[in-house]
């Protein structure tokens, strides 16, 4: 009597899967090939220069000069060039130069968005955030859309040098450091709690420096000034506000924080004597 197999047909079945997958595997593993060599990378390409849009709608072709006396202005206050203004990539300065330059063509000649995307070449996006930017400088200075060309576009330069987009970081040890080289006070006796005239001057100074350069609260400062009270910050600040007041709008918040200890010391003693 011929023997008959019990098991189950699902046990042959997961067999036969288990056979074809030790197959494919040794098949992969004969046709693999490994490459000793390989050819390095592709450099990337750079990408183009912008190209505004030189065309403009045949009922607008007589605005392009006043688009025209609008970049030059503000490519003058930002202290760049027209041709830079429209064609370097990457540069912070020259591509604020060209998003203002279309912000203040919206809101000057109340020209069409869709319009000045298209000629300075940038999405519409960039120019909503250039023109809500540009609205609250002129809201802050109270400035209308008529006034002079050139006064407008040295406030917008000096607004955004002064932005937190254009800001350096700062942070409150750089600050103390650049105080206390420039004043000879050691750190150690700023963040102290002795009160001697020669030790207090610099530790306000630098408190009012951290008040104004950064955007630390004042019970922060006080915590990282030997553990103060808010207070005593407020004061230092109150203190120092003729000093910070007079300081030259040459000195942008860009500039090395060594360079704002000196004028603030400079000034100081001259406020104070």
């Known amino acids: 009597m011929p023997h008959v197999s019990t098991a189950p047909d699902h046990c042959q079945t997961a067999a ?7 197959a494919s595997t040794r098949r992969r593993q004969e046709s693999y090939k490994p490459t000793i060599f390989s050819p390095p990378p592709a450099a990337p390409q750079p990408l183009p220069p912008r190209e505004p849009c030189a065309e403009l709608p045949p009922d607008l072709e ?5 688009i025209d006396r609008t970049a030059k202005a503000v490519a003058e206050a930002f202290e760049v060039t027209v041709d830079a203004m429209l064609q370097t990539l990457g540069d912070k300065t020259t591509t604020a130069a060209l998003q203002f330059s279309a912000a203040l063509c919206v809101r000057r000649l109340v ?4 319009v000045v995307c298209e000629h300075f070449g940038i999405i519409d996006a960039t120019l909503v ?4 930017s540009l609205d609250k400088i002129i809201l802050l200075h109270s400035v209308t859309r008529f006034a002079e060309l050139s006064a407008v576009a040295r406030l917008v330069h000096y607004e955004w040098k002064n932005s937190a987009e254009y800001r350096a970081v700062y942070k409150i040890d750089d600050i103390v450091r650049a105080v206390s080289e420039a004043s000879g006070v050691s750190r150690r006796d700023i963040f102290s709690s002795r009160r001697t005239a ?8 630098a408190m009012a420096l951290v008040k104004h350069l950064t955007l630390r609260s004042l019970p922060e400062i006080g915590r990282r000034f030997g553990d103060r009270d808010h207070t005593t910050v407020l004061h230092a600040c109150r203190k120092m506000k003729p000093v910070i007041d007079r300081l030259p709008d040459s000195l942008t918040t860009a500039a090395p924080a060594i360079e704002w200890a000196n004028a603030a010391l400079s000034i100081a003693n001259e406020v104070f004597g």
């Open 16 to 22: 036969d899967v288990m056979r074809a997958a030790i």
């Open 62 to 66: 007589h605005i392009r000069p006043e």
């Open 111 to 114: 020209l069409p968005r869709e």
């Open 129 to 132: 955030a250039a023109l809500r």
């Open 198 to 205: 020669n030790i207090v001057r610099p530790r306000q100074i």
